[in-house]
C-alpha cells in the first residue's frame, strides 16, 4: 500500500514537473513574440519615418514624393487592424518610386541624398528580417499551443492566440542591392 502511494506521487510529481515547464516554454515563446513583435513595430516605424523624410526632402520629382509622403504617413497612423494593409502599400509605393534605377541616381546626386538613400535601403532590408524572426516565433507558439496537453491544461490561460504579420515586403530593385548604413 505504501510503495502504491510513492509510486502515485511520483508519477504526480513527474505530471507537474512536465506541465510546468510546458507552462514555462508556452510563457517564453510569447515574451519572445512580444519581443519580435516590439522589433518589427521598430523596422516598420524606421522604414516609415525614413520613407516620409526622403519624401519631403525635396530630392525626388513632386509625384513621386506626394505618394511616398501619403503611403508613409498612413503607414505610422494605421490602428493594428489596418496595419498590415498599409504596410503593404507602402511597399508598393516604394516599388512603384524607386522601380528605375535612374531614380536612385537622382536621389544619389542630390545633397544628402546619398546617405537618404542608405538609409532607406537598410530600413527597407531590415523589415523582412524582423517580419520573419516574428512569424517563425508566432509558428513554433502555435505549434506547442495545438497540443493535447496544452489544450486540456489550459497553459496557454489567458493569453490571445497568436498571429503573423503577413504584409507584401519585397523591397525595391533599385534598394535591394543598395549598401545601406547602420
Request: glycine share 6%; proline share 5%; aromatic share 6%.
Given at each position: ?45 524606421r ?18 514624393s ?35 534605377p ?30 520573419r ?27 490571445p ?22
Amino acid at each position: 500500500m505504501t510503495a502504491t502511494l510513492i509510486w502515485i506521487a511520483v508519477a504526480l510529481f513527474a505530471i507537474g514537473l512536465y506541465l510546468s515547464w510546458t507552462a514555462g516554454r508556452l510563457d517564453r515563446l510569447h515574451a519572445r513574440i512580444d519581443a519580435a513583435r516590439a522589433a518589427l513595430d521598430a523596422q516598420l516605424l524606421r522604414r516609415a519615418s525614413v520613407a516620409q523624410e526622403l519624401a519631403t526632402s525635396g530630392v525626388l520629382d513632386p509625384a513621386a514624393s506626394i505618394v511616398l509622403y501619403e503611403a508613409a504617413h498612413a503607414a505610422r497612423q494605421a490602428d493594428e487592424e489596418h496595419r498590415e494593409v498599409a504596410e503593404s502599400e507602402l511597399s508598393q509605393a516604394l516599388r512603384a518610386v524607386f522601380g528605375e534605377p535612374e531614380q536612385m541616381e537622382a536621389v544619389g546626386e542630390a545633397p544628402g541624398g546619398e546617405e537618404a538613400a542608405g538609409e532607406l535601403a537598410a530600413a527597407v532590408r531590415r523589415v523582412p528580417m524582423a517580419r520573419r524572426f516574428h512569424n517563425d516565433a508566432v509558428r513554433a507558439a502555435r505549434a506547442l499551443r495545438r497540443h493535447r496537453t496544452v489544450r486540456w491544461f489550459r497553459l496557454a490561460g489567458h493569453a490571445p492566440f497568436p498571429m503573423a504579420f503577413e504584409m507584401d515586403d519585397e523591397p525595391p530593385v533599385a534598394l535591394a542591392d543598395r549598401p545601406g548604413s547602420g
